[in-house]
């Protein structure tokens, strides 16, 4: 590692006589930290350099940061927005009472909106912390699939999009938690149906991985929508992240960091593709089950 300032440590050290420390930025986000010592037997016989990779610990203390600011951010929103709603009622909107009902009407949106929020962060919590054991069945992909397209088909119909379903005979089932993976698949076609201009399509398939990994089957939902900005791509299933804050048409932000956990809980993957103004195509794998059945 070339770089004068593990020299200063060491220098330092030197001077100083004792153990001497510093943190370093280096490029690419990555975080080095450099310990100086001279050896027990003296410095005369020499100094030892100790380098610390801190990029990781580095990366999870920005993400934490940005948890907090993104979830103070989401929260105060609302409760500005509420905020002012009250205080219009106070200075005499309360008085007229259709205006009453509609600013009423409004506090309540907020609420349930902040209600949502609170109850998507605890499900990730209670995911991301093991509390909520998967029930594992084995279970036919049409049966994960089909009920979702019958809940949001006339959502689809009313944004004049097409839904279609494209699924092959004879697909092995899935070991899943059914429940878990039917909300892994409505929040993935609710995005798609969000971010498709009328006129579009959005398509949800299925098939067997191809040979790298035969064991699963893989999940898609394909959209003809505004897609996502390459540069957000990477980020697109943390938690709060949107795309476009002007075009997210109200969402948290935790639907793909649900999906994601959901996803890995079931020893799964999930990735998108996407071009912006073509579309995107998120896919998710889930294992197959294996036989003999664990639970049999
Ligand atoms: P939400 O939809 O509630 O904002 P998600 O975690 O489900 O939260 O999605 C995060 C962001 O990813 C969205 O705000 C949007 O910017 C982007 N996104 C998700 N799905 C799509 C899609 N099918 N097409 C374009 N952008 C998408």
Not at 97 to 123: G, K
Not at 213 to 226: Q, W
Request: hydrophobic content about 45%.
């Amino acid at each position: 590692m070339r770089d004068y300032r593990v020299a200063e440590v060491w220098l330092a050290c030197i001077k100083e006589g004792c153990e001497q420390s510093a943190t370093l930025e280096l490029a690419n986000d990555a975080y080095v930290r450099v310990i100086v010592t001279p050896f027990l037997l003296g410095a005369a016989n020499g100094y030892l350099v100790l380098l610390q990779d801190l990029s990781h610990l580095h990366r999870l203390e920005t993400v934490r940061r940005d948890f907090v600011s993104n979830l103070s951010h989401e929260l105060r929103t609302p409760l500005a927005s509420i905020k002012a709603l009250v205080d219009t009622l106070r200075d005499g909107a309360i008085e007229d009472p259709p205006a009453a009902v509609r600013f009423l009407e409004r506090m309540e949106v907020e609420v349930d909106e902040m209600t949502q929020m609170v109850q998507e962060l605890l499900e990730l919590s209670r995911i991301e912390s093991g509390q909520a054991p998967l029930r594992l069945f084995p279970t036919s992909v049409d049966k994960l699939i089909e009920p979702v397209i019958e809940r949001l088909r006339a959502q689809a119909g009313r944004a004049g999009l097409t839904l279609n379903v494209v699924l092959p005979a004879n697909l092995p089932e899935v070991m899943v938690d059914a429940d878990r993976v039917r909300t892994v698949i409505l929040n993935l076609v609710h995005n798609a149906i969000k971010f498709t201009p009328p006129g579009g399509f959005v398509t949800v398939s299925a098939r067997l991985a191809p040979d790298a990994s035969p064991d699963a089957v893989v999940i898609s939902v394909a959209d003809t929508g505004i897609g996502i900005p390459a540069e957000d791509v990477p980020r697109i299933f943390e938690r709060f992240y949107k795309a476009d804050r002007a075009r997210s048409g109200g969402g948290t932000g935790l639907g793909l960091a649900i999906a994601k956990h959901t996803v890995q809980a079931h020893n799964g993957h999930i990735w998108v593709e996407s071009t912006e103004n073509v579309g995107s195509t998120f896919s998710f794998s889930l294992p197959l089950v294996h036989l003999p059945l664990t639970n049999q």
